[in-house]
């Protein structure tokens, strides 16, 4: 008769099978982020299709972590929290500047050619005008309440900020006579449709969809001025994920965006599609926020 081992020696020998067999290695996640240039629900639903659509085509886990600021998307770049980003012009300088060997891999078709619409209650008397235009602004503009979007926007921000010094050869605070940060570009919408604010600056794109989805009331609010175009949003991924995810990764990750063509996903940014960027392409907007002394 075959005798049972003792419970504690059975134990111990599966112990020992089981470490000698090891785990399965777990494979790296990717975790990516971006700029909240809009409200929470927007870009969860965004994002999150993004993620799916990124680890069906690399065949890896890819997570899309939120962030609640601007700069707190730039710092979880330069901290490796996350090594893929959607920035803005302005915070993708930031963040290639900040970590070494970090470039810009991908835009929207538009974003070389992106814009800044200028809003204003219609209380203000400005005329309305969303034309593109590289003339003076309207009259009017001094003297009232102003807002800005997030402090670290392109459009919201830094080049809003650039054609009025350009224009009145003075700071915002001594154009304006009261000049606030929203943080996005659907609250500076809502600030200024309310009244909080006379003008604001925001990303013509996030004005667009917000009247097509009846969310602007046109009858409190419009388009005054248009900026000339400039580089803007575009993806950003550090230089050290082949090291982490293998060679080549960099460059799957750069074709994966360039050949998405899920409609649903791009209307959701909202781009026609995207092609392919370079550090080079956004030195005008580091030009500029260094002229703006907004570069540490």
Known sequence: MIQRLPAALAALCVSFLLSACGTPEQKPVLV????PDQDEAHLMQRFGKVANY???KLDIDVRYVPVKSYSAAVTAFRNNEVQLAWFGGFSGVQA???VPGSYAIAQGVEDPQYLSYFIAHHSSGIPYNNTVTGDGFPDGMEGRSFTFGSKSSTSGRLMPEFFLRE???RSPEDIFSRVGFSGDHSATIALVQSGAYELGALSYKVWLREVAEGKVDLNKVNVVWVTPPYPDYHWVIRGDVDQRFGAGFADRVQQA????????ILDAFPRESFIPATNEDFLPVLETARSLGLMD
Not at 32 to 35: E, K, L, V
Request: glycine share 4%; net charge negative; hydrophobic share 45%.
């Open 167 to 169: 224009q009145f050869g």
């Open 257 to 264: 965006l360039l050949d998405l063509n899920d409609r649903e």
């Open 32 to 35: 990516f982020s971006a700029i």
């Open 54 to 56: 990124l680890s069906e």
């Open 96 to 98: 290639t500047q900040l």
